[in-house]
């Protein structure tokens, strides 16, 4: 059974950082796709970044060059580096695993997380 956990979220001031953790288990992320998705108050949930085997990364435009997304093999964990934080990034953030891989892109999940909540004030 993946189980997919984040931790990480919170509220922060506008250009503050947060690093969001997702533990998977049950799920070998090694050759395979992970994403952290978001999803605001009454908007439709949307993708911030995927990465496949452990080196290939695609960001959304919104987060390019604020956001990094990373891998840690060994403790099968999922990262989100979030920097320069600005009030519209506050979303519930979800990680995601088990997508395909196409090309330059995971595409869609089959596991997702509960979700952790972040909130940038201004």
């Known amino acids: 059974q993946v189980q997919l956990v984040e931790s990480g979220g919170g509220s922060v001031q506008t250009g503050g950082s947060l690093r969001l953790s997702c533990a998977a288990s049950?799920?070998?992320?090694?050759?395979?796709?992970m994403a952290w998705f978001r999803q605001a108050a009454g908007k439709e949930r949307e993708k911030v970044a995927d990465?496949?085997?452990?080196?290939?990364?695609s960001y959304a435009d919104y987060v390019k060059g604020r956001f990094t997304i990373s891998q840690d093999n060994v403790n099968n964990t999922l990262y989100l580096q979030m920097n320069s934080l600005k009030p519209e990034d506050t979303a519930m953030y979800y990680c995601?695993?088990?997508?395909?891989?196409?090309?330059?892109?995971?595409?869609?999940?089959?596991?997702w997380g509960q979700g952790t909540q972040v909130t940038v004030s201004s």
């Open positions: 995601a695993a088990g997508g395909p891989r196409w090309p330059g892109f995971c595409g869609p999940p089959k596991y």
């Open positions: 049950g799920y070998t992320s090694s050759s395979a796709c």
């Open positions: 990465i496949f085997s452990f080196r290939s990364t």
